[in-house]
């Protein structure tokens, strides 16, 4: 009959501390999600030259944004310089499109869409909705390209290279293929408290 009273008392404490640190982890999680900025660029299909061409404008799309948005502080600044500068954005994919010979155009906007988990190169970004710069490229039914705009994770690199900048990834969502070495030892009341409740 003790027994089964200590057992209904652990359960009770535990529901009383992993309620309320699941929501706290949920409200952190949707937090941190809403300070993104993700690019998703759409091909006009998923022809070999469809899909070569995403690439390319990709590269010119983000050495443009990678330069608008190099001061931004704050997630909202960088949605008004998006914004403001749409036009622009639209003209880079236009150019990279014509000098490569195709008939269509693209087409830019700022919309709050679902992304599944995505897993990027030192990092990855849990599913959920985000705030995202959608480009078009003619019909955008193609197969798409995601990354991240703001902060300035995704970066252009040389030779059609995407360098990543991880430093400006919260800390939980950095991925790493080395495993450190070495015990962690932690020391918690619960585990004191379940100890002195059995003796």
């Known amino acids: 009959m003790k027994t089964a009273k200590k057992i209904s008392i652990v359960c009770l404490v535990l529901a009383f501390l992993i309620m309320p640190l699941s929501v706290y982890s949920f409200a952190k999680e949707k937090k941190e999600l809403s300070n993104f900025i993700r690019l998703h660029i759409r091909a006009n299909s998923d022809s070999d030259e469809d899909q070569a061409l995403k690439l390319k404008v990709r590269d010119a799309v983000l050495e ?15 949605y008004r310089i998006l914004t403001e500068n749409l036009n622009e954005i639209v003209s880079v994919a236009d150019k990279v499109i ?3 010979g195709f008939a269509y155009s693209s087409s830019a906007y700022i919309d709050n869409e679902w992304f599944e988990r995505r897993e990027y190169d030192g990092f990855y970004l849990p599913q ?16 798409n390209w995601w990354c991240v705009l703001y902060p300035c994770v995704c970066l252009s690199g040389s030779s059609g290279n995407i360098e990543t900048d991880t430093e400006k990834v919260p800390e939980r ?3 790493s293929s080395q495993v450190s070495e070495g015990d962690i030892h932690f020391d918690f009341w619960i585990i004191d408290f379940f100890k002195n409740l059995f003796k």
């Open 64 to 78: 443009r944004t990678t330069v608008l948005l190099e001061e931004c502080s704050e997630k909202e600044e960088a």
């Open 98 to 100: 014509k000098e490569n």
């Open 173 to 175: 969502f950095r991925t």
């Open 128 to 143: 959920g909705n985000y705030d995202a710069l959608i480009i078009e490229l003619g019909s955008g039914k193609g197969h």
